[in-house]
């Protein structure tokens, strides 16, 4: 019996390493705290994510109760780069490793999901133009002839856009609105498998500075698709991306023509049309001297003054609009019986609450589980 049963085991899946570590780091843990929770050592764990030993029984239920990924999550076989992805970071100082660790493997397991998807469904296709730009140049001309050459590839004529989320869904970006609870981390974006990803803060709640936010992630993917972020260039291709959000959304031309004043009824004005917060917009008018240094320390005084740098007037009026593509897809693979809930889940080895928010399918739409009945003591008093 004894002998049998060593058999059997023989040919039970076997625990990859790499995908503990994965699991661990999706969920933003760090070895220390992961092995208090596993209430094994910090050793151990290290020796887990090597491969060094496997995990006994007790310590990979443990695992999948931590991590809250299936079984089949840890035995299931990624392609994944050795050095992982390269996202564009806003700061490698503020924000702290675990966070980018974590957020990394979202947009990982945001790709595995596509690559699901596009066996049954035709996504969009990548329409970036093609530029010649070269990020060590730091031609400011460069970079808004960029903007201009993205406006006209995308018919967006010389106005205000609206629904940049929208727009960048058709010409084939990937993009994930979900909490990331890091207050220095509002959006960041990466390449994948020839395909634009960007990950975006519903943490923010306003739409001007959302749609700042992803005008920026879209000046990386088309400024600097061949660059690698590191700690001597990053402060360099940010300035380039926000010179690249700026001049998309508020055009040369057209906007500065608009600009009659410093007051910030004035920009509230501006704000209304253009949808982009009063702080972007006179950061803007520096950049084109339409105004000088101290009208613009003027300007930012005001919203100081006023309390209103971070929460602005109008804000309300802008709504961010939720990504589609994700969240259809998988819709339509369910409702036509393509695919079931439990071949998804099969497939993808994923836990069905993860594919839920990186596709903004709303909570229980996948995950239907029960949750158990505790019975209570009914109170005599």
């Not at 700061?91 to 702290?96: A, G, P, Q």
């Not at 010389?158 to 929208?166: E, K, N, Q, T, V």
Request: a negative charge; one cysteine or more; glycine letters at 4%.
């Amino acid at each position: 019996m004894n002998d049998l049963f060593s058999a059997d085991r023989r040919n039970l899946p076997r625990v990859i390493p790499e995908r503990i570590r994965e699991a661990r780091e999706a969920r933003g843990l760090q070895i220390e705290a992961f092995s208090e929770l596993l209430d094994i050592t910090k050793q151990a764990v290290s020796r887990l994510e090597s491969g060094l030993s496997a995990p006994s029984g007790e310590t990979f239920g443990r695992i999948i109760a931590v991590t809250r990924q299936p079984p089949a999550f840890f035995t299931t076989p990624r392609q994944r780069a050795a050095d992982g992805i390269l996202p564009f970071w806003r700061s490698l100082k503020r924000v702290e490793l675990h966070h980018r660790k974590r957020i990394a493997r979202r947009l990982e397991w945001a790709s595995d999901v596509v690559a699901y998807l596009e066996r049954f469904i035709d996504l969009p296709t990548i329409d970036l133009p093609s530029l010649d730009f070269e990020p060590a140049s730091q031609s400011i001309e460069q970079i808004e002839a960029a903007a201009d050459a993205l406006r006209s590839a995308w018919s967006l004529g010389r106005g205000p856009i609206r629904d940049l989320s929208a727009i960048m869904e058709l010409h084939g970006f990937i993009l994930i609105h979900e909490a990331v609870d890091c207050a220095d981390m509002d959006a960041v974006s990466c390449w994948q498998s020839g395909r634009p990803y960007v990950l975006f803060s519903s943490d923010v709640t306003s739409g001007p500075r959302t749609a700042y936010n992803l005008a920026h992630e879209l000046g990386h993917m088309l400024l600097h698709s061949s660059v690698a972020v590191t700690s001597d260039n990053i402060n360099e291709i940010e300035r380039q991306a926000n010179r690249f959000a700026s001049a998309l959304l508020l055009p040369q031309d057209t906007f500065s023509r608009e600009v009659l004043g410093t007051s910030l009824s004035h920009f509230e004005f501006l704000k209304q049309k253009w949808g982009v917060s009063i702080a972007a917009m006179a950061y803007r008018c520096k950049d084109l001297e339409l105004i000088n240094v101290n009208q613009h320390g003027y300007i930012m005084r005001q919203l100081n003054m006023k309390r209103i740098r971070n929460h602005e007037p109008l804000d309300e009026l802008f709504q961010t609009r939720e990504p589609t593509i994700l969240e259809s897809s998988i819709k339509m693979l369910l409702d036509h019986g393509v695919q079931t809930k439990d071949q998804l889940e099969e497939a993808l080895a994923l836990s069905l609450g993860d594919i839920e928010r990186l596709c903004g399918l709303p909570k229980g739409h996948l995950d239907t589980r029960v949750v158990p009945f505790t019975p209570r003591l009914r109170n005599s008093n």
